[in-house]
């Protein structure tokens, strides 16, 4: 691939020594693959399904047994009381907005345990500049957030605040969004849950689980969160699912969201599956691979970039947290090419060239590089970033480690022009 590409020597040497430095953490990412592989094996052996699963449903879709199955078959992975996977949810920021305006009411506070979550986020919370009159704050809804403290949970402050039990929804964001910050674990999850747990035992617990999903042994839900909420875009669409996002967590929860998505007294009852059946079963069942994919990716990325001079998080050797990696790479100029660099590693309009634009919900114009098969996943190879300094680049994705691989050395080949 190297010399087809007609990279130079030295590059094509460095190569050659990063795949031989990164050989552990891919055997690694294979192991979690393999133990993610099997908990979704079991979860489809364990609710039975079958073909009769796979036909659709339109109009109402009243009590749709294929969409009823793939939510008791979520419930099972995530170790849940109930879910809700609908092709009608269109995006992570969809799920998220749903979720929120369905368990929040006038004069509730909700806590950003993260700081300031995702751009898009802000827009719904109505905390960014451009203020909305569909927010949470419009309506009543009260917003704070407690900084991490040097990537860690502030355990202390969190604490001291939730002592007052006049929360009612705490919110985690899982992976980075566009900060600097890093990305949290597992592990780092669970130790602030039970801090949590220790002075409040009502306070809704939710993760934003976008980005994260099987890229560890253990999600959210079975570290003691409520309800987590991902996008189907993502991770667990596997670049198959050509739309939807889910929530999973407690009953009266995915209850609250069923509603507010369709109608009060209505909830999860109807909602036809639109011939998407089989795209959200096939992506779940390929997700573990295919996360392991981008994980690889990244890591690959990671090493090659940083021995290239540019600051990089996580670092090759580090633990993953989301399939996110960043790249810091210093000028506007630079964010461009890597992007379109992309672009054109990409299977589909790879001769088209991203320019940086307005987009909505951002605050600042966005440059967005995805030539993939479903528009806009993030889990086919895609990068992306904000026009600001310090002008980082966020890469994600890869159907294949292969294509991944391919895809970033297209990037490197044009920012060297």
């Given at each position: 691939m190297?010399?087809?590409?007609g990279l130079?020597?030295?590059?094509?040497?460095q190569i050659?020594?990063v795949?031989q430095?990164?050989?552990p953490q891919l055997?690694?990412t294979?192991e979690i693959?393999?133990?993610?592989?099997?908990?979704?094996?079991?979860?489809f052996?364990?609710?039975?399904?079958?073909?009769m699963?796979?036909n659709?449903s339109?109009?109402?879709?009243i009590?749709?047994?294929?969409?009823?199955?793939i939510?008791e078959?979520?419930?099972e992975i995530f170790?849940?009381?109930?879910?809700l996977?609908?092709?009608?949810?269109?995006?992570?920021?969809?799920?998220?907005?749903i979720?929120?305006?369905?368990l929040?009411?006038?004069?509730?506070?909700?806590?950003?345990?993260?700081?300031?979550?995702?751009?898009?986020l802000?827009?719904?919370i109505?905390?960014?500049?451009?203020?909305?009159p569909s927010?949470?704050?419009?309506?009543?809804?009260?917003y704070e957030?407690i900084e991490l403290?040097?990537n860690?949970?502030?355990i202390?402050?969190i604490?001291e605040?939730?002592k007052?039990?006049n929360?009612?929804?705490v919110?985690?964001?899982?992976s980075r969004g566009?900060s600097?910050r890093?990305?949290?674990?597992?592990?780092k999850i669970e130790k602030?849950i039970?801090a949590?747990?220790?002075?409040?035992k009502?306070?809704?617990?939710?993760?934003?689980n976008c980005y994260g999903?099987?890229v560890?042994?253990?999600e959210?839900?079975e570290v003691g969160?409520?309800?987590?909420?991902?996008s189907l875009?993502?991770?667990?669409g596997?670049?198959?699912?050509?739309?939807g996002?889910y929530?999973?967590?407690?009953k009266?929860?995915i209850e609250?969201c069923?509603e507010?998505?369709t109608a009060?007294?209505i909830?999860k009852?109807?909602g036809?599956?639109?011939n998407?059946?089989?795209n959200?079963?096939?992506?779940?069942f390929?997700?573990?691979?295919?996360?392991?994919s981008s994980?690889?990716?990244a890591?690959f990325a990671s090493?090659l970039?940083e021995k290239?001079?540019?600051?990089?998080?996580p670092?090759?050797t580090?633990?993953?947290a989301?399939?996110v990696?960043?790249?810091?790479?210093?000028?506007?100029?630079k964010?461009?090419?890597?992007?379109?660099?992309i672009?054109?590693?990409?299977?589909?309009?790879?001769?088209?060239?991203?320019?940086?634009g307005d987009?909505?919900?951002?605050?600042?114009?966005?440059i967005?590089?995805?030539?993939t098969?479903t528009?806009?996943?993030t889990?086919?190879?895609?990068?992306d970033?904000?026009?600001?300094p310090p002008?980082?680049?966020?890469l994600q994705?890869?159907?294949t480690y292969?294509y991944g691989?391919?895809g970033i050395?297209k990037a490197?080949?044009?920012?060297?022009?």
């Amino acid at each position: 691939m190297e010399h087809e590409l007609g990279l130079s020597q030295e590059l094509i040497t460095q190569i050659k020594q990063v795949e031989q430095e990164i050989k552990p953490q891919l055997e690694k990412t294979d192991e979690i693959c393999e133990n993610n592989s099997l908990k979704v094996i079991k979860a489809f052996q364990q609710c039975n399904l079958q073909e009769m699963h796979f036909n659709t449903s339109t109009g109402y879709g009243i009590d749709e047994s294929g969409r009823n199955k793939i939510e008791e078959i979520y419930s099972e992975i995530f170790k849940t009381e109930d879910a809700l996977v609908r092709a009608q949810l269109i995006s992570g920021t969809h799920a998220l907005a749903i979720t929120l305006s369905a368990l929040l009411r006038p004069n509730d506070t909700m806590i950003s345990l993260t700081g300031a979550p995702y751009d898009t986020l802000q827009t719904v919370i109505g905390t960014g500049k451009t203020v909305s009159p569909s927010s949470l704050k419009a309506y009543g809804i009260k917003y704070e957030q407690i900084e991490l403290k040097e990537n860690e949970f502030d355990i202390p402050t969190i604490q001291e605040r939730l002592k007052k039990q006049n929360v009612k929804l705490v919110e985690i964001q899982r992976s980075r969004g566009y900060s600097t910050r890093k990305s949290l674990t597992i592990e780092k999850i669970e130790k602030a849950i039970k801090a949590i747990r220790e002075v409040n035992k009502d306070v809704i617990i939710m993760v934003d689980n976008c980005y994260g999903e099987f890229v560890e042994e253990k999600e959210p839900t079975e570290v003691g969160a409520d309800i987590i909420v991902g996008s189907l875009m993502k991770n667990l669409g596997a670049g198959i699912a050509t739309s939807g996002a889910y929530m999973t967590g407690k009953k009266d929860l995915i209850e609250l969201c069923a509603e507010r998505l369709t109608a009060p007294g209505i909830g999860k009852e109807i909602g036809p599956s639109m011939n998407q059946n089989t795209n959200l079963i096939k992506g779940l069942f390929f997700a573990p691979q295919v996360v392991s994919s981008s994980v690889k990716t990244a890591i690959f990325a990671s090493c090659l970039l940083e021995k290239l001079g540019y600051q990089v998080e996580p670092k090759y050797t580090e633990k993953r947290a989301d399939i996110v990696q960043t790249i810091h790479l210093g000028s506007a100029e630079k964010l461009i090419q890597f992007c379109q660099g992309i672009q054109k590693g990409s299977p589909i309009d790879s001769h088209v060239i991203p320019e940086p634009g307005d987009m909505g919900g951002y605050e600042d114009k966005v440059i967005m590089a995805a030539g993939t098969f479903t528009e806009g996943s993030t889990i086919e190879l895609s990068c992306d970033g904000p026009i600001r300094p310090p002008y980082i680049a966020y890469l994600q994705g890869g159907l294949t480690y292969e294509y991944g691989k391919y895809g970033i050395l297209k990037a490197i080949q044009e920012m060297e022009k």
